[in-house]
């Protein structure tokens, strides 16, 4: 297995003691396309950056296992650390209009990420930037290598961050919402290329997402969590048969042309979720 | 960015520039017209014959409308005249010429040290937030801000001048190298460094430190905690995220992503110190008896001089506006999303 996570936990300070984000989670990540769900501050996209080890400052991760390759990153040093950031797994994150660096051109940052962890000039390094876009289906890519982050539309700057992340050749894909800040035209189209990219050059993909259905759409896996624990985990095709209310009841808030209904059911939170 | 968009935004700074250059000239007129100082009893004296106040009055065309005393003025600006001070007997403008470059020289010292100290200062209290480094770059800022700068100089005189001698006392050279080197530029190391006077360059040098030192002190405070907070603020940036994803040295992230950002507007924080030192050097100048600008300004003020001393505010004013102007096209030049 790839990744191996048992028991994490990631616990934030508060003026009235730890307050945890995280509890308890155990997953294991192979050669597949993983689908994580939640709704805001259900601890998924903690979960996933602590495999980098890039969370806020504050946070406090324990776990008694977690592991990337059989490297141990609660142990790593900052130098270990770095040859799995980039190199063999990659982060995207939601909008690009934010995660890109306005004062670098797209061909710049792409070519850093390259030369960060391959050996060649910058020359090579641009070649490189430019060969990347067109493999993320950009139409120009030498003049969108030009364009400063500013200069590109939602679709097109997050197809530079896939670019980006898919540099140096990783082994795997953190994908954060990826398509959350996109126009629904241009959300489907990303996502199709994430899906293609990652089979094509056999990488996982951990795809985190509020969208239940796309999600279970896209990925082998689905893993539900709330409140900072996994729900339920299941094969994304069973997605019907789930069995935890709170699945149940996402399923049920959503609308369907198949099975028109007056008025949407609101959700019914059971405290003992909680527990 | 188009051709003719540079052109129309260049074009838009440089009518606005001269708006504000307009308004200068208009508000020190006026001053001239309202302080309650006859300039023809500065000129004549208290115990003139009436009949040649008189005279000097019309020759100085005080006679006429003030919008004719402004145009008359305004014209005078043009052929670059500011008329004659009464204390030195010679023009304005050479005046100018010969204290300003002293104040330039300070001022541009000062400015090099604050920058070289406090930017990376400022870096390094940012990314250490909360630490102990943090802490100790606050209290020296703290320091270097709410210490009058009379004070900080004179402390500096006593300590490194009367007591450890290591620094030379006031003033811009020795005596013994008065005169010594040909005045080129004003400035006198660039002075001594063209005539290959070593010994004179090193004694400017030597000169310079103190003041400098105290001025540098001063802006350094402010450019360190302007840095900071800036940096602050764009280390908390979703690409600072992106940056470290990719695997980035901390170094690389700290100064090619984080830095990178904040360099745009922290041009116009260090144009904006530096135009403050050219025309607020005036304690420093006043305690090290520096022959600048700040002097010359003080000491006409006192002798009711108004030639002179609205000559050195607009000619501090003008500064002011060509920094101005050249931090705003700086920034264009840095910033992509400016253009």
Request: glycine share 8%; proline share 5%.
């Amino acid at each position: 297995m790839l990744v191996e996570i048992d028991n994490l936990s990631i616990a934030f300070p508060t003026p009235t003691g730890l307050s945890h984000a995280v509890r308890g989670v155990s997953l294991r990540i192979g050669a597949q396309k993983l689908g994580i769900v939640g709704e805001s501050g259900s601890g998924k996209s903690l979960t996933a950056r602590s495999l980098l080890r890039l969370l806020p400052e504050s946070a406090k991760l324990t776990a008694d296992r977690l592991t990337f390759d059989g490297i141990d990153i609660l142990r790593a040093n900052e130098r270990t650390m770095r040859d799995i950031r980039g190199k063999r797994a990659g982060l995207i994150l939601q909008d690009p209009k934010y995660a890109l660096n306005p004062v670098m051109t797209a061909g710049d940052q792409i070519a850093e990420a390259w030369r960060a962890h391959k050996k060649g000039s910058r020359r090579e390094a641009m070649q490189k930037a430019v060969d990347l876009l067109d493999q993320v289906r950009i139409r120009d890519p030498a003049r969108v290598a030009r364009a400063y982050p500013h200069e590109l539309s939602g679709g097109m700057g997050q197809r530079v961050m896939i670019a980006m992340m898919l540099a140096p050749d990783p082994e795997m894909l953190i994908a954060d919402e990826p398509t959350s800040a996109l126009d629904a035209t241009v959300q489907a189209d990303i996502l199709r290329l994430i899906e293609d990219l990652v089979s094509r050059r056999g990488m996982a993909l951990v795809l985190i997402s509020h969208d239940l259905p796309l999600v279970s759409h896209f990925c082998d896996d689905v893993v539900v969590m709330y409140a900072g624990r996994i729900v339920e985990r299941l094969r994304a095709a069973d997605l019907s048969r789930a069995e935890h209310p709170y699945t149940r009841g996402l399923l049920n808030c959503l609308p369907a042309l198949s099975r028109p209904q007056p008025s949407l059911p609101v959700m019914v939170r059971d405290p003992a979720w909680l527990a | 960015m188009s051709r003719s968009g540079w052109v129309r935004s260049l074009g838009a700074t440089s009518s606005s520039v001269l708006v504000t250059l307009f308004g200068l000239i208009l508000i020190t007129f006026l001053i001239g017209r309202v302080m309650p100082i006859d300039p023809v009893i500065a000129i004549v004296g208290d115990h003139a014959p009436p009949d040649v106040i008189e005279r000097v009055r019309v020759e100085l065309a005080l006679d006429r409308p003030l919008p004719v005393q402004f145009w008359i003025y305004v014209r005078n600006l043009l052929h670059g005249d500011l008329g004659r001070s009464v204390m030195t007997s010679n023009t304005v403008l050479a005046d100018i010429g010969h204290f300003f470059p002293a104040t330039m020289e300070l001022a541009t010292v000062a400015i090099l040290g604050a920058t070289l100290v406090g930017v990376p200062l400022g870096v390094l209290a940012a990314v250490r937030q909360g630490h102990r480094i943090d802490h100790i770059v606050r209290v020296v800022c703290l320091t270097g801000q709410s210490v009058p700068i009379f004070l900080l100089g004179l402390l500096a005189l006593l300590v490194f001048y009367a007591t450890l001698g290591w620094a030379p006392g006031t003033g811009r050279q020795d005596v013994i190298y008065q005169g010594d080197v040909a005045p080129m530029t004003g400035l006198l190391t660039v002075d001594a460094l063209i005539a290959g006077n070593w010994d004179a360059l090193w004694d400017a040098l030597a000169h310079l430190v103190l003041p400098a030192s105290v001025l540098a002190y001063f802006s350094m405070a402010y450019i360190t905690r302007m840095t900071r907070s800036f940096m602050l603020e764009a280390l908390h940036g979703e690409y600072i995220i992106t940056a470290r994803a990719k695997g980035l040295s901390p170094l690389r992230v700290i100064w090619r992503h984080a830095f990178g950002n904040i360099a745009v507007r922290l041009v116009t924080v260090l144009a904006l110190t530096y135009a403050g030192l050219l025309e607020g050097a005036v304690v420093t100048e006043t305690i090290f008896s520096w022959p600048g600008l700040g002097q010359y300004l003080t000491v006409s003020l006192l002798n009711a001089d108004m030639n002179a001393v609205l000559g050195a505010t607009l000619i501090i004013g003008m500064t002011y506006l060509a920094l101005n102007l050249g931090a705003d096209l700086l920034y264009r030049l840095l910033d992509p999303r400016a253009q």
